[in-house]
T-cell receptor
Framework: GQSLEQPSEVTAVEGAIVQINCTYQ??????LSWYQQHDGGAPTFLSY????GLEETGRFSSFLSRSDSYGYLLLQELQMKDSASYFC????????FGSGTRLQVQP | NAGVMQNPRHLVRRRGQEARLRCSPM?????VYWYRQLPEEGLKFMVY????????ESGMPKERFSAEFPKEGPSILRIQQVVRGDSAAYFC??????????????FGPGTRLTVL
C-alpha cells in the first residue's frame, strides 16, 4: 500500500515563494508526481520526479529525496491564478494521491 | 488534439437506479484510468484499463461497480443500484503507452454524480 502526507492549507502573498511538502510511505516506489486542481476543475499534471533532485518547469520546481521519502513542490513568483489545490501522487499508472494542499494566494 | 472527454458532466440519479459514465481518451492514448473524488478530498484510484482489458481494478468496489473499454467507443464506468454514498466527482484520465505516461496522466472534466 501507499500513503502520502501533505499539509492541508498554505497561504502566501502575490510574488512570494511557497513550498508544499509531501512525505510518503510506499511498498514500491516509481516516482512522485504533482497535480494542480482549481475548484470545480480537473487535475492538471505539473511535474514528475523519478530520480533524486530538482526538476524545473518555469515558475514551478519539484524536488525528490528517495532516501528521505520526501518531496516538495516549489512555486515562485506567485500569482493569484495559482490559488488552487495541489496534490502529490505516487505509483505507476494506478496513482495514489495525497489529500491535497489548498494554496490561497493573497494580494 | 481534443483532450479527454467525459459525459455527462452532471448526472442525477435516485437511489436504486443505474449510472453510466463515459470517457473518451485523448487521441493516441491507449490507457484509461478512473478516479473518484469526494468533496475536499484527494482522488482515489478505481480502475485502469487498456483496450478490451482491465489491467488493475484494485480500487473498485467489488459489488455494483464495473468498467469496460471496448475495442470501439468510449470507456464506460457503470454503477448499478446507486446509493447516496456514491455521490462524488468521477474523473477519467488517459495516458500514452510510453513509460512516461505512467505518471503523466491527462484528466477529463469529470462527471459530478448526485444520488437523491
Amino acid at each position: 500500500g501507499q500513503s502520502l502526507e501533505q499539509p492541508s492549507e498554505v497561504t502566501a502573498v502575490e510574488g512570494a515563494i511557497v513550498q508544499i511538502n509531501c512525505t510518503y510511505q510506499t511498498s514500491g516506489f516509481y516516482g512522485l508526481s504533482w497535480y494542480q486542481q482549481h475548484d470545480g476543475g480537473a487535475p492538471t499534471f505539473l511535474s514528475y520526479n523519478g530520480l533524486d533532485g530538482l526538476e524545473e518547469t518555469g515558475r514551478f520546481s519539484s524536488f525528490l529525496s528517495r532516501s528521505d521519502s520526501y518531496g516538495y513542490l516549489l512555486l515562485q513568483e506567485l500569482q493569484m491564478k495559482d490559488s488552487a489545490s495541489y496534490f502529490c501522487a505516487a505509483g505507476r499508472r494506478a496513482l495514489t494521491f495525497g489529500s491535497g494542499t489548498r494554496l490561497q494566494v493573497q494580494p | 488534439n481534443a483532450g479527454v472527454m467525459q459525459n455527462p458532466r452532471h448526472l442525477v440519479r435516485r437511489r436504486g437506479q443505474e449510472a453510466r459514465l463515459r470517457c473518451s481518451p485523448m487521441k493516441g492514448h491507449s490507457h484509461v484510468y478512473w478516479y473518484r473524488q469526494l468533496p475536499e478530498e484527494g482522488l482515489k484510484f478505481m480502475v485502469y484499463l487498456q483496450k478490451e482489458n482491465i489491467i488493475d481494478e484494485s480500487g473498485m468496489p467489488k459489488e455494483r461497480f464495473s468498467a469496460e473499454f471496448p475495442k470501439e467507443g468510449p470507456s464506460i464506468l457503470r454503477i448499478q443500484q446507486v446509493v447516496r454514498g456514491d455521490s462524488a466527482a468521477y474523473f477519467c484520465a488517459s495516458s500514452p503507452p510510453e513509460d512516461r505516461g505512467a505518471n503523466e496522466q491527462f484528466f477529463g472534466p469529470g462527471t459530478r454524480l448526485t444520488v437523491l
